[in-house]
């Protein structure tokens, strides 16, 4: 077999499937030692630098990124990948169910922010986050 990058034939991708494919990857290598939670977060800090680098100078994107090239697609679907890896990782190292905790985040903030047909408690924010 090759070095080369083979796509996954059309597999559903889960949380689970993730972290195991880490998991078998990081004892591959005897990488194990060095995923520790405070290394891994100190590399998903700097996965996410990266990522912020891509946007830093587009300013505001439209939804889809219409006028991006491929390549920048790529690459930006490259560092995303890049920071979920070492997120699913983290928590995998601290025994963390990271699905769980995400539906149960959502449930808490359905609570925190309940629907009430109307965002107008929004309206007077920009879209930088400043208020008008």
Same mark, same amino acid.
């Not at 195991?20 to 630098?49: C, Q, T, Y």
């Given at each position: 077999?090759?070095?080369?990058?083979?796509?996954?034939?059309?597999?559903?991708?889960?949380?689970?499937?993730?972290?195991?494919?880490?998991?078998?990857?990081?004892?591959?290598?005897?990488?194990?030692?060095?995923?520790?939670?405070?290394? *891994?977060? *100190? #590399?998903?800090?700097?996965?996410?630098?990266? /990522?912020?680098?891509?946007?830093?100078?587009?300013?505001?994107?439209?939804?889809? +990124?219409?006028?991006?090239?491929?390549?920048?697609?790529?690459? *930006?679907?490259?560092?995303?990948?890049?920071?979920?890896?070492?997120?699913?990782?983290?928590?995998?190292?601290?025994?963390?169910? /990271?699905?769980? #905790? #995400? /539906?149960?985040? +959502?449930?808490?903030? #359905? *609570?925190?922010?309940?629907?009430?047909?109307?965002?107008?408690?929004?309206?007077?924010?920009?879209?930088?986050?400043?208020?008008?």
């Amino acid at each position: 077999m090759g070095g080369g990058i083979k796509e996954e034939e059309s597999v559903s991708v889960t949380l689970d499937l993730l972290k195991k494919k880490m998991d078998d990857f990081s004892k591959e290598r005897d990488w194990e030692k060095f995923h520790s939670p405070r290394n *891994l977060l *100190l #590399a998903l800090v700097g996965e996410i630098g990266e /990522l912020s680098e891509i946007f830093q100078w587009k300013g505001e994107v439209p939804k889809g +990124l219409p006028d991006w090239k491929e390549e920048e697609k790529q690459h *930006l679907g490259e560092e995303l990948s890049d920071v979920l890896l070492y997120l699913i990782r983290l928590s995998d190292m601290c025994g963390v169910d /990271l699905g769980q #905790a #995400a /539906l149960r985040k +959502l449930q808490l903030n #359905a *609570l925190k922010y309940p629907v009430d047909g109307s965002s107008n408690e929004y309206k007077n924010v920009n879209t930088n986050g400043a208020e008008d």
